[in-house]
């Protein structure tokens, strides 16, 4: 019987999960990592090639809406600590596909709940479920202003819905049952590894392949980008030093209107591709609005910052940058992702 302490990752195959393992089972070889993914169209293991023979790591395929399973696997392994990221996470097949979202994203987060619950609420010494949440459960904001920990939730999408709800039930357990938790609200990602329907991928891989760019509305909408090893580091941070029953907002003081993140997108692309100036820019198209699409996600996270310390390590042009390189040194990962059922929803979505 190992003595190394059993965490439990959810969704580890997806983008921001992957580095999350990689991340843990790197840095803390007194832990053993189960990470735990139903393989969604949105997981791939080849995101972790690199830690897949690592001793303290072990894969196991399953999905968190099957609650017998979890039951099984929480009694088997004793996870002392849950870090659940696993979830249905884009907003337009939300739109499509609404009930999808609550059975992963509430019912499951209740299944891990109570799971892990039954096994330790006679002593929740040294537990802690984590839950890792974005900022669209705030809504939207106007021209000003920034969503704060104290912001009121007003989600408008299901997906976002779907999020807000799961937290307020992780909330509840640990105001009902003392169940000792995080929750932690993050911005927009980006980086490698990101499945190429969210829209940075799909940029890239629409340049590469001289394809339309689709920018929803005018290009308008805002959203604050953080560079997703950053938001690996500050889920290291919160789950080693956060206080328990507390949330923290996570975002990379970086926002962008769409469109202008499009043209600085196309401009680096242009060059990495060497393409001429301006050439990449004529393929954006404005395709009609997205329903219920919020104008502008922007965070305030000086409580992380002032409480742990923690900053985004890069600046946007330098992860996109990074970014850009990995997509385009990888190209054999985005073909097998981009090929069969990806090809699809894509028809569906911008044809
Ligand atoms: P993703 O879609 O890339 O990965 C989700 C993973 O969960 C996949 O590996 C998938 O196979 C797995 N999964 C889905 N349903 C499952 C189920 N029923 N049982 C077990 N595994 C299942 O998502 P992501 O972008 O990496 O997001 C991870 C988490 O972070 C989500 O909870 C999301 O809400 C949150 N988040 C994402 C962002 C972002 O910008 N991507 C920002 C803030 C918060």
Known sequence: MSHKTPILITGGAGFIGSHVVRLFVNSYPEYHIYNLDALTYAGNLENLIDVEN??????????????????????????????????????????EDPLAFVRTNVIGTMILLNAFNRLW?????????????????????GEDGLFTETTAYDPNSPYSASKASSDHFVRAYGETYGLPYVITNCSNNYGQNQF???????????????????????????????????????????FHNGKQ????????????????????????????????VGD????????????????????????????????????????LDKTIDWYLNNKKWLNNVTSGLYQTYYQKQYS
């Open 54 to 95: 690592a001793a303290n790591y072990t894969f196991i395929k399953g999905d968190i809406t099957n609650e017998s399973f979890i039951n099984n696997l929480f009694e088997k392994y004793k996870f002392q600590k849950v870090i659940h990221l696993a979830a249905e996470s884009h907003v337009d097949r939300s739109i």
């Open 121 to 141: 609420s006679s002593n929740f010494n040294n537990k802690l479920f984590y839950h890792v949440s974005t900022d669209e459960v705030y809504g939207t904001l």
């Open 196 to 238: 190429p329907e969210k829209l940075i991928p799909l940029f890239i891989n629409n340049i590469i392949n001289k394809k339309p760019l689709p920018v929803y509305g005018d290009g308008n909408y805002t959203r604050d980008w953080l560079y997703v090893k950053d938001h690996a580091k500050a889920i290291d941070l919160v």
């Open 245 to 276: 029953g507390d949330t923290y907002n996570i975002g990379g003081f970086n926002e962008w209107k769409n469109i202008d993140l499009v043209k600085l997108l196309c401009k680096q692309m242009d060059f990495k591709l060497n393409r001429k």
């Open 280 to 319: 990449s820019e004529q393929l954006i198209t404005y395709v009609k609005d997205r329903p219920g699409h919020d104008l502008r996600y922007a965070i305030d996270a000086s409580k992380i910052k002032n409480e742990l310390g923690w900053k985004p390590s890069v600046t946007f042009e330098e992860g």
